[in-house]
Structure formats: structure tokens, C-alpha cells
């Protein structure tokens, strides 16, 4: 079963400043699809930023971008010009792109930021 | 309005009490999710659906049941709740496997 692994369970960082926050994943499949969801205090889950992997170009969302490592199986989110309106819990999650495991995004458990003034 | 939306926001029950969460969409998606949320679990896959007739048990469905009365519509039940059960359930959406989800705004349920 695939497992995604956020090993940071709680970062800080200064307004604009930058962060990287970081998730491994555990998988055999060749093809698959990973996101970054943002969770603010308001608790509604956002999407941030998705990339799928026979893509080697890193995705890029504005001040969101990712360091897609596919051989160390890496997906780490960059945070670029810190916001207070950055602070919440940030889950990343993985899709497969078949079999038994293209049905359902497993998610590791969040890692939580706080944005300093 | 909300494309997915879930009802009630916030739900305080006691233990033994039988409960309904509800989930509808307005995005036309035939794969619907229930996960719950706890601190420092993540989000954890409860049942999905992909059309009415395709219901199935994800990583923890003991306790729970659902129904999905129309495409649109996928209710979560707790026929006997207990306190374990005490946290944030989401409801999904999904367009396909390419795709990630767009959920409701979550339903906080307190089981005393």
C-alpha cells in the first residue's frame, strides 16, 4: 500500500521568508499524481498545487512550487514570500494512476505552519 | 453556493445515539469520499462511491454506513456513536483518477 510521510509535523517562518515543507512517499508504480492541499483555521481544505509524475518540469503556482525528486520519491512545497495568510496545516497526498490505487488520494498527516509578523 | 456541501457544520451527541452526516454536490463528479480528520492522523478514507450502485468500505469503516441516495448525494451514518468517533469528517468529490478532490467544508462532530 502506498504511504506518504510528512516528517515535519509542525515548521515556522518569517513573513517573506521562504519555507520548504517536506513529504517522501512510498509507492511501486511508474505513474501517479501528487498534491499539496492547504487547511486554514476556516478548516476548508484548498488545493495548492498538483503534479503529475512522467512530468520532470516542477509545478508552479505563484509563490507554490514544488521540488518533485521522482527517484528519491520526494515532493517537497515551497513556500516563496511567506504571508500571514500562508499559516495553516498543509497535507500532502498521493494518486495512482492505476490499479488499486488510482480510486483514492492517501494523505500524510499534515504539517502545520505558522507565519511569524 | 458551495459546490460540495455538508450538513450540519458542527454536531454535539451523545454516545449511543444514531447520526447522520450528509454530503451534496453540485459538480457532476460520480466518485464521492467520506474521510475523518484527526490531529496528527491526517485524513483517513472512510467509504467511497463511484455511482449508486458501486458502494465500498475504505481503510476504517467499522461503526460507520452509508448511503448514496442519487449521483449528488452520499450520506455518512453512525448507527451507534461513541466517543472515538469524536472528529472532523470531510466529504469529497472527484472528477477522476488525474484529478485531486474538492470537498465540503467539513461536518465537527462531539460525541459525549
Known amino acids: 500500500a502506498q504511504t506518504v510521510t510528512q516528517s515535519q509535523p509542525e515548521m515556522s517562518v518569517q513573513e517573506a521568508e521562504t519555507v520548504t515543507l517536506s513529504c517522501t512517499y512510498d509507492t511501486s508504480e511508474s505513474d501517479y499524481y501528487l498534491f499539496w492541499y492547504k487547511q486554514p483555521p476556516s478548516r476548508q481544505m484548498i488545493l495548492v498545487i498538483r503534479q503529475e509524475a512522467y512530468k520532470q518540469q516542477n509545478a508552479t503556482e505563484n509563490r507554490f512550487s514544488v521540488n518533485f525528486q521522482k527517484a528519491a520519491k520526494s515532493f517537497s512545497l515551497k513556500i516563496s514570500d511567506s504571508q500571514l495568510g500562508d499559516a495553516a496545516m498543509y497535507f500532502c497526498?498521493?494518486?495512482?494512476?492505476?490499479?488499486?490505487?488510482?480510486?483514492?488520494?492517501?494523505f500524510g498527516k499534515g504539517t502545520l505552519l505558522t507565519v511569524n509578523p | 453556493d458551495a459546490d460540495v456541501t455538508q450538513t450540519p457544520r458542527n454536531r454535539i451527541t451523545k454516545t449511543g445515539k444514531r447520526i447522520m452526516l450528509e454530503c451534496s454536490q453540485t459538480k457532476g463528479h460520480d466518485r464521492m469520499y467520506w474521510y475523518r480528520q484527526d490531529p496528527g492522523l491526517g485524513l483517513r478514507l472512510i467509504y467511497y462511491s463511484f455511482d449508486v450502485k458501486d458502494i465500498n468500505k475504505g481503510e476504517i469503516s467499522d461503526g460507520y454506513s452509508v448511503s448514496r441516495q442519487a449521483q449528488a448525494k452520499f450520506s455518512l451514518s453512525l448507527e451507534s456513536a461513541i466517543p472515538n468517533q469524536t472528529a472532523l469528517y470531510f466529504c469529497?468529490?472527484?472528477?477522476?483518477?488525474?484529478?485531486?478532490?474538492?470537498f465540503g467544508s467539513g461536518t465537527r462532530l462531539t460525541v459525549v
Open positions: 469529497a468529490t472527484s472528477a477522476g483518477r488525474s484529478y485531486g478532490y474538492t
Open positions: 497526498a498521493y494518486r495512482g494512476y492505476s490499479g488499486g490505487s488510482n480510486y483514492k488520494l492517501t
